[in-house]
């Protein structure tokens, strides 16, 4: 029988991952270069605004290297930097995504901006902020590409998934989760709202194809993945024995029995998903090579590392404290190493 991804769970090393004092960390997303060693991509913002909502008006995406998938790992540099309240992504930059296809580095996110001044040390930044609204409103999917895992990065001149008026994604895009197909077309699922009234609905997930990276994105069906009382966020794909699976996060823990646990859902063709019969992929509460075992405030945005055609690490945006944004003090990328052997249900590459 497949091991199941729970079961393949190694202890975390506690000093693993990515963490940067005076900074919040989120959204670990990894490749190995052509350098061989291992680049994280992530999302962070500084601490003196709050966690929540402030990297929706301040994250940018940097690199952080290691020589192993383990880390830690250690800043290198500022890959998706504020450009400006003119361009669609000028002042946030999140959700990375980054996949190797042939000769390209594909560095899918998220971006956001707003009309107004910037926000200072010393301000108090709450939701109700006009800065935050507009930024919450301005959230699209986009892409950069780039020769080398060092850059440097083009980014596009708009957004490869823009919101639809009337439709199920027409107040925002985002959490972009891509998988590179055999011919080089793409797979892309994105979380969405809608407008209802003058505010956003529930979180749905889409589908959309492109025959190529830096083609056109098409959606391809008018319905979100999953019906409504399916309320999950933070996809990951990859291809698999029989087409294609996804962990995400379950929202409400009505799916796999515990409040943002992850599920697992599987699809023959990318475009028509349902829930797997063991359907919980992922738990906050993580076991690390102290020996202790702890309930993580966070656990989300989840990645897993394909080598060789096989998972073997999962990482994980998370964050100390009993539970919710606003009651963390401190947040990081962690890292579980996986076990490699009996494969069978989770070939693929992410």
């Not at 190529?212 to 024995?241: K, T």
Request: charged letters at 25%; aromatic letters at 10%; proline letters at 7%.
């Amino acid at each position: 029988m497949a091991l199941s991804l729970m079961d393949r769970m190694l202890p975390a090393p506690v000093g693993g991952g990515f963490r940067m004092e005076g900074w919040w960390i989120w959204c670990g997303s990894v490749v190995r270069g052509e350098d061989g060693r291992y680049h994280m991509f992530a999302s962070r913002w500084p601490k003196w605004l709050p966690m929540h909502p402030g990297w929706l008006i301040r994250s940018e995406i940097v690199r952080a290297i290691s020589d192993t998938p383990e880390g830690p790992y250690t800043y290198a540099e500022t890959v998706l930097p504020a450009r400006g309240a003119e361009y669609w992504d000028g002042r946030s930059t999140h959700n990375p995504h980054i996949i190797r296809s042939g000769d390209k580095f594909l560095l899918y996110y998220m971006g956001s901006t707003h009309p107004f001044a910037e926000a200072e040390p010393g301000e108090t930044i709450e939701m109700e902020d006009c800065r935050v609204i507009a930024a919450r409103a301005n959230k699209r999917v986009g892409l950069a590409v780039a020769d080398s895992v060092l850059g440097p990065w083009k980014r596009m001149d708009d957004p490869i998934l823009p919101v639809r008026p009337g439709r199920f994604d027409s107040y925002l895009t985002s959490n972009p989760a891509p998988c590179v197909r055999d011919d080089g077309s793409m797979l892309l699922i994105y979380k969405a709202r809608r407008y209802e009234g003058h505010t956003y609905g529930k979180m749905t997930l889409g589908a959309a194809e492109a025959d190529e990276a830096e083609g056109l994105y098409r959606v391809v069906s008018e319905q979100p993945l999953f019906p409504p009382e399916v309320h999950v966020e933070d996809p990951f794909i990859w291809r698999s024995g029989q087409g294609y699976a996804m962990i995400a996060k379950d929202m409400e823990g009505h799916l796999c029995g515990e409040k943002h646990g992850g599920i697992l859902a599987v699809s023959d063709n990318g475009r028509n998903w349902r829930l797997a019969d063991a359907q919980k992929a992922y738990s906050r509460k993580v076991l690390w090579d102290d020996g202790q075992e702890r309930i993580m405030g966070s656990f989300e945005r989840p990645f897993l590392l394909f080598q060789d055609g096989r998972p073997t690490h999962m990482f994980a945006a998370v964050a100390d404290g009993p539970g919710g944004f606003r009651e963390a003090q401190n947040t990081w990328n962690m890292v579980i190493p996986l076990l490699t052997d009996d494969q069978d249900g989770f070939s693929g590459e992410g």
